[in-house]
């Protein structure tokens, strides 16, 4: 039998050119025809003369740009800065707002090739690299500016080592500041201005050892390594990686310096301490360009097993920075006249993180609408969107809540197509799945997102909700507390707690249950349903006056509560457990005043 040779992969050494036009999605949305003549023209007249020119050739055109490869570094970035100058002479008198501007991202790699397409970490990286360019601008690796330096006419700004999303390794990027007819003016702003640093850019510096044992210094690096990695999974974010950030390591450093050094928007400083038994971290989260404080915290507690102990500091510090950069860059969008859909998914989540009365949600629902209209593929505007319908579902907002779960459930699918690793979109599934008798479903799309990211304390939290409704609220209690020791000053720890206070009441500790709804108010005083289940257990225990107030303090929040509306908001299944516990809410707010109907 004559074994058969396997097929051959062809592979070569090339510079890959990855372009994009920035604002497409807007661009299309305000004239499809012309846009797409005026883009045609673009391609016909500036690109393809430029790439043919110095030997290149388009592997596929992808609607809002193309992949291009070279037989050489200096051939790809010569062609760039050709046509992206040509694209400046054509487009000089069209208004900023209408111009078309590609962004350009190179690389060299060692590709696998097919007729019609190549493939490969070389291709990933460049198409990364051309999302970091801005309008009109092209960025290139290390690699690449190792070839091209003091061949071509131009000069190159340093953006420091990038940790790119999918791409294990950081990268070293720089941007190109081209030279020559049509770019002196880029030249000149160079001098006098920094590149634009992009949204979500931080470095995490190396954290001071304040102790005066040298032995600590391994677990304060650690912090400082982790606290990197766990950063970069913030969707959007774009985290320097710590080499970089390590050569900044015991010098006295000006933030606004290293901000203008790496390009980055934000820096966080800290400081560790250790005396006798007990640890303090203090941490500040700064703005590079100002030197403006935007945010401080303080860790102290005893010194436990030093392993849990990092794990413990780098996701209470990852969730509390994803809430002050989120806030951080919803205030500059704010400031924006024309804020695209990713400013606006910044303004949205910022009003989801403040509260969840209906003032908000309809707010947040606003931004993320006119982010679907400027961009109908945006990851995060679908999930926004989900997370709104969740929350007034789960609010007993609505008396349609099938209705708003059921978009939810549309919209987070419909990120998932676009984004199967988006850990919010499936923690936002999975927490519809639980809404609509689908706890053991829920349960699973919980556990996924924390594959993803484990630091996601919401996905804790669903999972304990899911165990109360299908009846083991005995199990509640754990899921709810790793939430909180992971994030316990989080936006949502009110929801959490006012969880647990029901699951107490389900199987009968109303004291408890008391203390939860009490802790719970204490973070939210403007969440109805803590204000009625409180009134309900102060009902139980015989509390009839404070019950009563309690009660009070809900309708004046939501006066159309009723037993009615809730008990059949509650009756998300069948099991016999978590029903009887909903007759027994019931019967508290009954005591406590709360009509029936």
């Known amino acids: 039998m004559v074994q058969e040779l396997p097929v051959r992969v062809e592979r070569r050494l090339v510079a890959i050119l990855a372009a994009d036009v920035a604002g497409y999605s807007r661009l299309m949305h305000s004239d499809e025809e012309a846009t797409h003549a005026r883009l045609a023209a673009l391609l016909t007249e500036a690109v393809h003369p430029a790439i043919a020119e110095h030997a290149g050739r388009i592997v596929k055109n992808t609607g809002d740009g193309f992949l291009a490869e ?82 071509v006419g131009a000069k190159f700004a340093d953006l420091g080592e990038q940790n790119l999303k999918n791409i ?31 949204r979500l850019s931080i470095v995490v510096l190396p954290f001071a050892n304040l102790s005066s044992d040298p032995q600590q210094e391994y677990f304060i690096d650690g912090v400082t390594e982790s606290l ?45 301490q250790r005396g006798g038994d007990r640890l303090r971290v203090n941490v500040q989260l700064v703005e590079a360009e100002t030197g403006a404080h935007l945010w401080s915290d303080r860790f102290d507690k005893p010194v436990a097993d030093l392993f849990d102990m990092q794990d413990e500091i780098v996701s209470r510090l990852a969730n509390a920075l994803n809430t002050q950069l989120v806030e951080a860059e919803a205030r500059r969008a704010g400031r924006s006249l024309d804020p695209d859909a990713t400013d606006l998914n910044f303004q949205g989540n910022a009003c989801l993180n403040k509260a969840t009365t209906p003032e908000r949600l309809t707010q947040a629902r606003s931004f993320f609408e006119r982010a679907l209209i400027i961009d109908p593929r945006s990851v995060g505007a679908l999930v926004g969107l989900a997370s709104v319908d969740l929350a ?38 999975g927490c519809v799945y639980i809404f609509t008798n689908r706890a053991m479903q829920g349960i699973a799309e919980c556990e996924q997102a924390l594959v993803l990211n484990p630091n ?4 804790h939290a669903a999972r304990g909700l899911a165990k109360f409704l299908i009846g083991r609220s005995d199990e509640t209690e754990s899921h709810i507390l790793e939430a909180l020791r992971l994030s ?81 908001a509650a009756k998300l299944n069948d099991n016999l457990t978590y029903l009887a516990g909903v007759e027994r809410v019931c019967q508290g707010m009954r005591i406590a005043g709360v009509p029936e109907d």
Request: proline share 4%; aromatic share 6%.
């Open 168 to 198: 294990a390794l950081p990268v070293r990027v720089y941007a190109v500041v081209r030279d020559g007819p049509g770019s002196a003016t880029l030249a000149e702003r160079a001098k006098s201005e920094r590149l634009s640093p992009p």
């Open 488 to 568: 316990p000053r989080d936006t949502f720890a009110y929801w959490w707690m006012h969880l647990l206070g029901r699951a107490k009441m389900q199987h009968g500790a109303d004291a408890e249950a008391v203390d939860w709804l009490r802790r719970s108010i204490e973070a939210n005083r403007n969440f109805p349903l803590t204000h009625i289940h409180l009134a309900a257990a102060l009902g139980l225990l015989g509390a009839l006056d404070e019950a009563r107030a309690a009660a009070k303090a809900g309708f004046a929040l939501d006066p159309g509560f009723t037993i009615r509306r809730f008990r059949t």
């Open 70 to 151: 070279f037989p050489s570094a200096v051939g790809a970035l010569r062609a760039a800065m050709q046509f992206q100058t040509r694209i400046d002479e054509l487009t000089v008198d069209e208004a900023e707002n209408d111009r078309i501007a590609l962004r350009v991202g190179i690389n060299i790699g060692d590709v696998i090739v097919e007729p019609h397409d190549i493939f490969g970490d070389g291709v990933n990286i460049a198409a990364r690299l051309e999302g970091i360019a801005e309008p009109g601008g092209i960025c290139i690796s290390s690699s690449v500016c190792d070839y091209v330096r003091g061949k």
């Open 228 to 272: 990197t990695t766990d950063l970069s999974r913030i969707g959007g974010s774009l985290v320097i990686g710590r080499h970089t950030a390590f050569t900044y390591k015991g010098k006295a450093v000006d933030l606004k310096q290293i901000g203008r050094e790496l390009n980055v928007r934000y820096a966080l400083e800290g400081s560790m």
């Open 456 to 459: 996601l304390a919401d996905a």
């Open 392 to 429: 007034v579902g789960a609010a007993l907002l609505t008396d349609d809540r099938s209705v708003r779960f059921s978009a939810a459930e549309t919209n987070a699918i419909k990120a998932l197509s676009l984004a199967p690793d988006d850990a919010p979109a499936h923690l936002i599934l």
